[in-house]
């Protein structure tokens, strides 16, 4: 287990630690849903096709969705029952569907197999095999952002290193944590077979010092046996699990501008990634489930293993409801996530669990007014890229695209960290993003003429 | 409207609190300032505040600009009275404050976007309709008598007349605010603990002006307690846009050796700290432009194992 110095620049220590230590002692529990709700959009932007219709009866990890977009993957049904519905939700500019399942009263039962005890022989599988299995399964980057994996994985450039994405520096989130804890060594045979996939030389779990049991575990799990994993710990620090810090941290390699990891001999995937990779292989069992935390002002928090479609508002009754009801309620994690709903009550909350959710938080009700920028430089001095945010915010704010341009607001890796430290509580973030979105599609443009 | 994007935590500091620890800190200092010049330095001071807040308000009222109070106001009137003689009437503070609030202020943008620190502007407002206060600083005591400041004497061969630990603490003459660096250090060090400001920036202006000031052949006590060095040093260099920016070691010492250049050679002005500190103001742009930051990735770094 190595230990390493902190190596990116920029970046916060949002709280005290405080936060994860409301769940992360907390053992994961399971629970079946009432009612399952399988959006067809898994992640951001991606769209599946519906392959049920109302009435029909599927069975657990039977395909129900086929990738429409490039960023969907495969969608399988994560309980044995009856489709109710099929309606339209939604979800950003677009509408998608949204299949509506009532859960069996007898579910096929879960068999504990060898995967989740013992070391697992791999040899009989090649490279080929295993995207191969990736893409059957359905597995997308559980981070966040839910990149396909099988895309990731199938590049032709010569990778050296997975990087396995312990870190979990959003604050509250302790999913990860307790899937390290508690599924080490389905996690380790995943990560095992994720440098086969990927045809590296080894993989690096990397974690974060508020991690180190995780770690130490993990390390033990590996002990002697001949595996190319190795486990390292990194000073607490956010975003340190941004795609591009973890390899700065990792490896001390920066991508180039708008280059992929691959390009640098890399691939980044998450813990709960290398899980649903162990599950599919050995355990024949799709990506339908993930682990969520909820937490914050509810009154019993907790981690959930729990089917994908469960509802957010029975996740929440698991916990004992709320205890604030002037709340605001986040999904994903507290830097990065989006608020949906302010003010609710338990039985208001919409949306169901997806496989990026990674966190449904919920916060004291304070909303932040902007004030004039007092050009303290803060958010310039966090910055993970080294940008200068306040000047893109006011770039974008003037409409001057060009200017937004020539200050590399392409490179904003939208972690939040400049609207965080904002003594005027200016939306610099959000404005940075909006001016990297914006250069790039007038750099398409460009590229056209 | 309030925000309810991402990110959903943020830091407690804000403007106004931030405004508000310059304020607490400048307490002692404005405390010592009355115990040394006597009541005139508390309407003075008062004088200024209010008219700083009260014209800020007024214009942000007529021009239909939003009016939220962040202390700021408060922390440019404090300021500019801590520049002033406690012998300058109340009709030339009030004034200063006018031109620093609403000229230098406001005109430019109000908080965050003017180009020079508008206390500092406010004491070269004075210098110029005011001149006769420019040699002549009211010595402690409540009796009004004025005379030459330390460096002014210093700077024409007489003798000091003041201990060092008169100097310390602030029983000497000069404007209302500089003379104590006792009690400004005090402030400073609180500030420097809430992390509100760049202490190093502070440190290297002071040390480089002390530093080609003692090689000029001035003694170095007298050059950091003399004048106003601690003030401007601790609270007016450390103003945002120029104590954050990526260059602000070499703004500090170009700041430095401004002051020095100006009390060394300058024939009639014995002080200088108020001129470097505005012409840094205003070659930050230039300055600035010298260093090109790391963007990540646009020119990769050594790939290091």
Redesign the interface.
């Known amino acids: 287990m190595k230990h390493f110095e902190q190596r990116f620049p920029g970046g916060i220590h949002p709280t005290d630690g405080s936060d994860k230590a409301l769940t992360k002692a907390v053992p994961i529990q399971t629970f079946m849903p009432s009612v399952i709700e399988l959006s067809m959009s898994q992640s951001g932007g991606s769209i599946c096709e519906p392959l049920v219709a109302v009435g029909d009866h599927v069975e657990r990890g039977q395909l129900v969705g086929q990738p429409k977009n490039f960023t969907a993957v495969r969608l399988h049904a994560s309980v044995s029952g009856t489709v109710k519905e099929i309606r339209m939700e939604k979800k950003g500019p677009t509408e998608v569907p949204l299949l509506v399942i009532e859960p069996d009263k007898e579910q096929p039962p879960v068999e504990s197999l060898p995967y989740t005890r013992e070391w697992m022989d791999i040899r009989k599988f090649s490279r080929e095999k295993l995207i191969a299995l990736m893409e059957e399964g359905g597995i997308t980057g559980m981070g966040g952002a839910g990149f396909p994996s099988h895309v990731k994985y199938k590049t032709d450039k010569n990778i050296e290193y997975v990087l396995i994405n312990a870190c979990e520096c959003e604050s509250y989130l302790t999913c990860d944590h307790r899937m390290m804890m508690e599924h080490g060594m389905a996690i380790l045979n995943g990560v095992n077979l994720l440098v086969k996939a990927g045809g590296a030389k080894k993989a690096v779990i990397c974690t974060e010092d508020n991690k180190k049991s995780c770690a130490e575990y993990l390390q033990r799990l590996i002990g002697e046996e001949s595996v190319p994993i190795e486990v390292q710990v990194f000073p607490v620090k956010y975003p340190e699990g941004g795609e591009r810090q973890l390899i700065q941290a990792a490896t001390g390699r920066e991508l180039v501008a708008g280059g992929l990891p691959a390009d640098a001999g890399i691939i980044v995937s998450n813990v709960q990634t290398a899980k649903a990779m162990a599950d599919m292989v050995f355990g024949n069992t799709p990506c339908i489930s993930r682990c969520i935390t909820v937490t914050g002002l509810v009154r019993k928090p907790g981690n959930f293993l729990v089917p994908l479609g469960t509802q957010l508002r029975e996740l929440l009754k698991q916990c004992g409801g709320l205890a604030e009801l002037d709340n605001k309620v986040i999904l994903g994690g507290p830097m990065t996530g989006t608020c949906i709903g302010v003010q609710v009550k338990c039985d208001q909350l919409p949306q169901s669990v997806t496989k990026v959710s990674g966190g449904l938080i919920v916060l004291k009700n304070d909303g932040y007014e902007e004030s004039p920028c007092i050009r303290c430089g803060a958010c310039m001095k966090v910055c993970p890229a080294g940008l200068t945010p306040w000047k893109v915010d006011f770039a974008m704010r003037h409409g001057k695209i060009e200017l937004a341009h020539e200050l590399y607001a392409t490179e904003c890796i939208g972690c939040g960290c400049c609207s965080y430290v904002c003594p005027a509580k200016r939306e610099v973030s959000q404005n940075t993003v909006k001016a990297r979105n914006e250069v790039r599609a007038w750099l398409r443009e460009r590229g056209k003429k | ?11 407690p ?3 106004k ?2 405004m508000r620890d310059v304020c607490v800190s400048l307490i002692p200092a404005f405390i010592g300032s009355v115990y040394f010049f006597g009541v005139g330095a508390f309407y003075l001071t008062l004088a200024c505040v209010a008219t700083c807040v009260a014209g800020e308000y007024a214009w942000q009222k007529l021009n239909h600009l ?1 009016t ?1 109070f ?1 202390f ?1 106001a408060v922390v440019t009137g404090i300021l500019l009275a801590f520049n002033l003689s406690s012998n300058t009437p109340v009709w030339v503070a009030v004034l200063a404050s006018l031109f620093s609030i609403i000229v230098v202020k406001q005109c430019f ?5 003017n180009f020079a620190n508008p206390a500092l502007m406010g004491r070269l407002f004075v210098m110029f309709i005011y001149p006769s206060k420019l040699m002549n600083y009211a010595l402690p005591g409540v009796d009004g008598t004025s005379g030459a400041t330390v460096l002014s004497a210093v700077k024409h061969g007489e003798e000091i007349g003041y201990s060092v630990w008169d100097m310390f603490v602030g029983r000497i003459p000069g404007a209302l605010g500089e003379t104590s660096a006792l009690l400004l250090l005090l402030g400073f060090v609180y500030l420097a603990i809430r992390k509100d400001l760049n202490w190093i920036v502070s440190v290297v202006y002071i040390g480089t002006t002390t530093l080609v000031c003692s090689i000029a052949g001035v003694d170095p006590l007298v050059s950091l307690l003399g004048g106003g060095l601690i003030l401007g040093g601790c609270y007016m260099l450390t103003d ?2 120029l104590a ?3 260059m602000n070691i070499v703004i500090a010492v170009v700041a430095g050796l401004i002051t020095a250049v100006i009390r060394i050679f300058s024939p009639t002005y014995p002080e200088g700290v108020c001129f470097a500190i505005l012409a840094v103001n205003v070659l930050l742009y230039y300055i600035e432009q010298l260093k090109k ?6 020119a ?2 050594k ?3």
């Open positions: 409207m309030k925000s309810y994007l991402n990110p959903h935590i943020r830091t500091k804000s403007t609190v931030i939003p939220t962040d700021s943008g109000g908080i965050g976007s945002y846009t954050t920016s990526r930051p790391h963007i990540y990735g646009v990769p770094a790939k290091a194992e």
